[in-house]
């Protein structure tokens, strides 16, 4: 399968291409295996979560690429103010829907600072 869509998104993406085609790839793999160990392990499959997560990730990138089309500023500036940003927004939409817990983000938070 990522072979197929090297094939395809690489001449048109370039290095992007070859990322979707190995995030597309992986994703389909955790579907596939996690389908899997639930017919030999009886647990829920937090399908909810992963939805949630993947959306806040979807939101992180689109926060990316708004703040890197952003006329007149340096593209060091950009990168910083958008991870940050992005960043702050990510851990907010995560919290929001419930990912994870306010004690958590406290916790991840004190192992980055």
């Known amino acids: 399968m990522n072979i197929i869509l090297n094939l395809s998104l690489i001449p048109i993406f370039k290095i992007t291409g070859a990322a979707i085609a190995t995030s597309m790839s992986y994703l ?3 579907i596939l295996s996690t ?4 017919k030999f392990i ?5 399908w909810k979560t992963w939805l949630k997560t993947i959306f806040a990730g ?3 990138v689109i ?3 708004l703040v890197k089309i952003l006329p007149g500023f340096d593209i060091w500036f950009k ?3 958008g991870f940050i940003l992005a960043g702050i ?4 939409l995560i919290w929001k829907l ?7 983000i406290k916790k991840i938070i004190k192992r980055v600072l």
């Open 28 to 30: 389909v793999i955790l």
């Open 35 to 38: 389908k899997k160990l639930t």
């Open 42 to 46: 009886k647990m829920p499959t937090p």
């Open 58 to 60: 979807v939101i992180f």
């Open 63 to 65: 926060i990316l690429f």
């Open 79 to 81: 990168i910083i103010i």
């Open 89 to 92: 927004i990510y851990t907010l």
């Open 98 to 104: 419930k990912v994870i817990d306010f004690k958590e």
